[in-house]
Every structure is written in structure tokens, then in C-alpha cells.
């Protein structure tokens, strides 16, 4: 647990400035409410409608094992697409826009319907994840 707190304290220092880590975090937390009707985190995390996302951040894409993903993204993860900070902002913005763009496919789909617009809260919910 110290060293995923510790790399991801440094993913955020070295990519937001401010605010605090902690604050951020905490940000994160209230905005993964949205998530939480498909995703878990924590001790105990279970695959749901989405997979849980512990350890997420910095993970191959279509890795967290028993969960059953789209076509479209474990080709994306057979391409090497890794949920770093950028690919998970993207990610995030747009799953759907996200899997067409890495894939070169306009038919790609995702799963995931859930969009989050504002900058400021995807940059919250990847601190979040790293704390995980």
C-alpha cells in the first residue's frame, strides 16, 4: 500500500501542481461516486458492470482478471495501451471517442456510457484510482 501511495503522490505532484495531494484525492473520492453503480475500489473491490479498478493506473488495458471486456478494448490492450495518466484522461472524457481514435476504428464502441467533462474532475478520479 506505501509504495502505490508513494508512486502515486509522485504521478501527482509531478503532473498537477496544486492543489495538495490529499485534496485531490479527496476530490477524486466524491466525484467516483458516479462510478461506483459499475466500479469498485478498496478492499474487497469486485468486478461489477465494469471491472475494479485497484492498480489500475499504469496497467495494461483489459487486464483485471474475470472480468469480461468488449472486443474493442482487449484489441486496443493486445496493441499495447497502457491506462497511464493521459490515456485515462482520455479515457475518461470519452470512452467511446477514446476507442476509436487508438484503434483506428470508427465502428469501435465501449461499454462504459459514463463521460466526464470537466477536466478538473478526471484529473480527481486518476489521483483517486493511483490511491489505490
Known amino acids: 500500500m506505501k509504495k502505490n501511495v508513494i508512486a502515486a503522490a509522485s504521478l501527482v505532484l509531478t503532473t498537477f501542481a496544486a492543489p495538495a495531494f490529499a485534496d485531490l484525492v479527496e476530490d477524486g473520492e466524491k ?39 468488449s472486443k474493442p478494448l ?8 497502457v491506462w497511464d495518466e493521459a490515456n485515462l484522461d482520455a479515457w475518461l472524457a470519452d470512452p467511446t471517442a477514446f476507442l476509436k481514435e487508438t484503434l483506428g476504428d470508427s465502428k469501435a464502441r465501449s461499454k462504459m456510457s459514463l463521460k466526464l467533462k470537466k477536466e478538473d474532475d478526471r484529473k480527481a478520479v486518476i ?6
Open 74 to 81: 482487449l484489441a486496443a490492450g493486445e496493441g499495447g495501451l
Open 127 to 132: 489521483a483517486y484510482l493511483a490511491s489505490f
Open 31 to 69: 466525484v467516483f461516486k458516479k462510478c461506483k453503480a459499475c466500479h469498485q475500489v478498496g478492499d474487497g473491490a469486485k468486478n461489477r458492470t465494469g471491472p475494479m479498478l485497484n492498480g489500475i493506473v499504469d496497467a495494461a488495458a483489459g487486464g483485471v482478471d474475470g472480468f469480461k471486456y
